[in-house]
């Protein structure tokens, strides 16, 4: 009932309240787009009840109208800074793919199918990078340029055009020990000590192997070693 909606988000309101009046704090709430009308009644009433305390909500374009009643107050909002990001040009999709294959630049003909594949998203951009060299489509020259592999048409390149495509298509060639590793791994948060790992891994024979398991998937660049902890 509405009764009991209002309720609820006063309760929120007030451990909310609790806690930023004992320091300042940043509210993050990502993914908004797929927020219902009760979250974003409680976003915006954060928004006026709330200091100190620096609310920030993101999202991708709605697909579909209406908009939120509450979404298009919070834009109305004297106080909201509202920041549009675009998608990347060429030039920043091939800096950035370079860096991920650790290249010194791309040909324009990679650079042309990445960012006409992926509109400028980064992160769709990186993983189809990483979905071409996986699948032996890109060759490294002797001056450190990635290229097609000549022996490759272009034109029966196939590759998803949606980041749940291509991550599922990179997934599908990791081995069947090596998929569970990541899946395990993906259960204990981002970031994992192997201990933990160790611990918990449903198959005792394979757990000595977790290391290579674990190197495997660092070298596809599913996974990154923290520098900072063991």
């Known amino acids: 009932s509405q009764a009991r909606a209002d309720n609820t988000r006063e309760l929120l309101l007030r451990l909310l309240s609790d806690s930023t009046e004992?320091?300042?704090?940043?509210?993050?709430?990502?993914?908004?787009?797929?927020?219902?009308?009760?979250?974003?009644?409680?976003a915006l009433a954060v928004h006026h009840r709330l200091e100190p305390a620096l609310l920030v909500v993101s999202l991708r374009p709605f697909e579909q109208p209406p908009l939120p009643n509450e979404y298009?107050?919070?834009?109305?909002?004297?106080?909201?800074?509202?920041?549009?990001?675009?998608?990347?040009?060429?030039?920043?999709?091939?800096?950035?793919?370079s860096e991920r294959l650790g290249v010194v630049g791309l040909d324009p003909q990679i650079a042309n199918i990445i960012i006409q594949?992926?509109?400028?998203?980064?992160?769709?951009?990186?993983?189809?990078?990483?979905?071409?060299?996986?699948?032996?489509?890109?060759?490294?020259d002797e001056d450190g340029v990635c290229m097609l592999n000549p022996n490759v048409d272009e034109a029966t390149l196939?590759?998803?055009?949606?980041?749940?495509?291509?991550?599922?298509?990179?997934?599908?060639?990791?081995?069947?020990?090596?998929?569970?590793?990541?899946?395990v791994s993906s259960v204990l948060g981002r970031n994992f000590p192997l201990r933990l790992l160790q611990a918990i891994y449903p198959i005792?024979?394979?757990v000595p192997n977790l290391v290579d398991l674990l190197q495997a998937l660092i070298q596809a660049d599913f996974l990154q070693r923290d520098p900072l902890s063991p």
């Open 22 to 42: 004992r320091s300042p704090k940043i509210i993050l709430i990502d993914n908004a787009q797929w927020m219902d009308s009760a979250s974003w009644a409680l």
């Open 158 to 183: 196939a590759l998803p055009d949606t980041v749940q495509g291509i991550v599922t298509t990179r997934l599908d060639r990791l081995s069947a020990p090596e998929q569970l590793t990541l899946k």
């Open 204 to 206: 005792a024979e394979d």
């Open 72 to 97: 298009i107050q919070l834009l109305t909002a004297p106080t909201l800074q509202h920041l549009v990001v675009n998608p990347l040009n060429r030039d920043e999709i091939a800096a950035l793919v």
């Open 117 to 140: 594949r992926s509109e400028g998203n980064p992160f769709l951009s990186q993983e189809m990078a990483y979905a071409l060299r996986d699948s032996g489509y890109l060759i490294t």
